[in-house]
């Protein structure tokens, strides 16, 4: 079945301690992205990814890192969580990053989501 | 800035209506727009993309139009179920940019 999986899918951590959410695709889909959700704001990008190696900030990077090194995984690393990352989280794929950068023109597929708290 | 609009923010409707939501957007230059539809506790699932060049798009009992000219674009759900009660996003994919998305239309499907 293809799909987009991410783990964990409840995390509840505390202020500083380092963690990594898991994505992994099985469409071999050169597009990745992750997104945030919160009350009131909507969805917004943190980082995408165009393809092995290539990575770039979206609208909300700040205090996250993410790596591509290998075309199906793309994780998202918080170095030092802070409550303000406290939100759900998810991953998205699809075939082709756009040419122009940061979106994809084609149907993007998302993982279940991850609903972080930090305390 | 590109701006997406979705109303109602809510909806409740006895089974068997059709209904139809609204999304609208600021700036028409978009290369598509697509609905999305989200369960508590799990992901979106796509329902519908219309490419810019196209007016609508249909899947079952989902319509979606989309009239890029004046912004606006609806889904139309006919026959509605209690399992059609969701969340519903829209989203516009345009250059230079991520997915913009809406606040989303939550939809309460009644039987």
């Known amino acids: 079945e293809a799909q987009v999986t991410q783990n964990p899918r409840y995390l509840i951590t505390v202020t500083g301690k380092k963690l990594t959410v898991t994505c992994s695709q099985n469409?071999?889909?050169?597009?990745m992205s992750w997104y945030r959700q919160d009350p009131g704001l909507g969805l917004r990008q943190i980082y995408y990814s165009m393809n092995v190696e290539v990575t770039d900030k979206g609208d909300v990077p700040e205090g996250y890192k993410v790596s591509r090194k290998e075309k199906r995984n793309f994780p998202l690393i918080l170095e030092s969580p802070s409550p303000n990352q406290t939100s759900l989280y998810f991953c998205?794929?699809?075939?082709?990053?756009?040419?122009?950068?940061?979106?994809?023109?084609?149907?993007?597929?998302f993982g279940p989501g991850t609903r972080l708290t930090v305390l | 800035k590109q701006e997406v609009t979705q109303i109602p923010a809510a909806l409740s409707v006895p089974e068997g209506e059709n209904l139809v939501l609204n999304c609208s957007f600021t700036d028409s230059a978009i290369y598509n727009l697509q609905w999305f539809r989200q369960d508590p506790g799990k992901g979106l699932t796509s329902l519908l993309l219309i490419q810019s060049s196209q007016r609508e798009q249909t899947s079952g009992r989902l319509n979606a139009s989309l009239d890029k000219s004046s912004g606006r674009s609806t889904l139309y759900i006919a026959a509605s179920q209690p399992g059609d009660s969701a969340t519903y996003l829209c989203?516009?994919?345009?250059?230079?940019?991520?997915?913009?998305f809406g606040k989303g239309t939550t939809l309460s499907v009644s039987s």
């Open positions: 469409m071999n889909h050169e597009y």
């Open positions: 998205a794929s699809s075939i082709k990053g756009g040419t122009s950068g940061r979106a994809s023109r084609d149907t993007q597929y």
């Open positions: 989203a516009v994919n345009q250059a230079g940019t991520a997915l913009i």
